[in-house]
């Protein structure tokens, strides 16, 4: 099955500032590996190309909208952070770094550092609603 086009991104202005909205999402590798297995349970669900089209399409939409809604939460439960703490759980938990090389980027000892790194996770989760 060919993949739909996605129509909507391309001539509406909205989407595609949603879509660079989100840094470190790559949108086609994302309607490649999924496209064509929504676009055929669209199909077998709603019987017609042009509608299961356009499910595709609200389905990227709203999977990007949640997307942003999420990083931007993300960034203010970040920014409520102390600087130590917000330090730690962004090099531990975006940064994949291992706790041993936070403490050694950060100047501080292990035990210091996995305080940290747990205290801000356990800050984020409750910022999230986890």
């Known amino acids: 099955?060919?993949?739909?086009?996605?129509?909507?991104?391309?001539?509406?202005?909205?989407?595609?500032?949603?879509?660079?909205?989100?840094?470190?999402?790559?949108i086609d590798e994302l309607f490649r590996k999924y496209a064509a297995d929504i676009a055929s349970l669209g199909l077998?669900?709603?019987?017609?190309?042009?509608?299961?089209?356009?499910?595709?399409?609200?389905?990227?939409?709203?999977?990007?909208r949640g997307i942003k809604n999420l990083r931007d939460r993300l960034f203010r439960v970040l920014e409520g952070l102390g600087v130590d703490l917000r330090l730690a759980w962004i090099l531990r938990y975006l940064q994949s770094e291992t706790a041993e090389v936070v403490?050694?980027?950060c100047g501080w000892s292990l035990s210091t550092t996995k305080r940290r790194i747990r205290a801000a996770h356990d800050k984020v989760l409750k910022g999230m609603g986890s």
Do not use: H, I, T, Y
């Not at 099955?1 to 790559?26: E, H, N, T």
């Not at 077998?44 to 990007?64: I, P, S, T, Y």
């Open 103 to 105: 403490a050694e980027q």
């Open 44 to 64: 077998a669900m709603l019987g017609k190309k042009d509608e299961a089209d356009d499910l595709v399409q609200e389905v990227f939409l709203r999977a990007f």
């Open 1 to 26: 099955m060919a993949l739909p086009s996605l129509r909507l991104v391309s001539s509406d202005s909205d989407a595609v500032a949603l879509v660079d909205s989100a840094p470190g999402v790559d």
